[in-house]
């Protein structure tokens, strides 16, 4: 039977309220038996955490998403600290920089990212991160801090990139954009990168795979995600499951 973790799921979103436990039983079923829930806005930590304190495959983690600025409050940071202290999150995230964004607005993200850096590394915690068209700018600010290591979830960027990640302690993720056939730089990169740092994902409700197009993303997906990861490495899926999963588990410590 395969171990899976699902490192990056978002299962607190609305979108699974009408079948939540069902999809449960259908991952335990499929050999997925962890699933990391990040945050995204402090309004919907409360929902998150009560999810993770109920279900015991859930691990949680907790931060203010820089796709979502204009909804973080004024005491953001001192509800992140407060809530670190009363729920033991896994890792502090979804966290980072969007410069991909229309409008964005590079130094609130900029200031944001690196307070909640701060956190993490006060707590000595792992991050998830989020990155779109800023790798250069992230891993300069990672190199100023003492962090045990991270994600980057939904890799896309460069093999140097991936390597200076790396050398951070840091794992990248990877789930239904690789499953898409117009996608030959993605897989090239990932059939080349060390099976060590590759965790696996959905992104679940977005991110919908290949010929799921239009359709609610679920982390029951995640066997495809490792099937077509098996496929491009020519290594079985049992070894990818095994190791990708002890990366996930190293790192996050749960």
Sequence with gaps: MLHLIDSHCHLDFADF???????????????????????????????????????????????????FMSEHPDDALQQLAHAIQQHTPVA?????????????NSQQQLSLFEAQLDLAEKNSLPVILHVRKAHDQVLKLLRKKALPGGIVHA?????QQAEHYRRLNFLVGIGGALTYPRAKRLQGLFTQLPLSQIVLETDAPDMPLHGYQGQRNSP??????????????????????????????RLLSF
């Design 155 to 159: 890799f896309s960027g460069s093999a």
């Design 17 to 67: 309220d009408a079948d939540r436990d069902a999809v449960l039983q259908r991952c335990l079923q499929s050999g997925i038996h962890n699933i990391v829930v990040p945050g995204v806005t402090v309004a919907n930590w409360p929902r998150q955490i009560a999810l993770c304190q109920y279900y015991p495959q859930l691990a949680l983690a907790l931060g203010c998403h820089p796709m």
């Design 220 to 249: 029951e997906y995640l066997p495809i995600v490792l099937q077509k990861l098996s496929q491009l490495r020519g290594e079985t899926a049992e070894h990818i499951a095994a190791v990708t999963s002890a990366n996930c588990q």
């Design 92 to 104: 502090i995230g979804e966290i980072g920089l969007d410069f991909y964004l229309p409008d964005f």
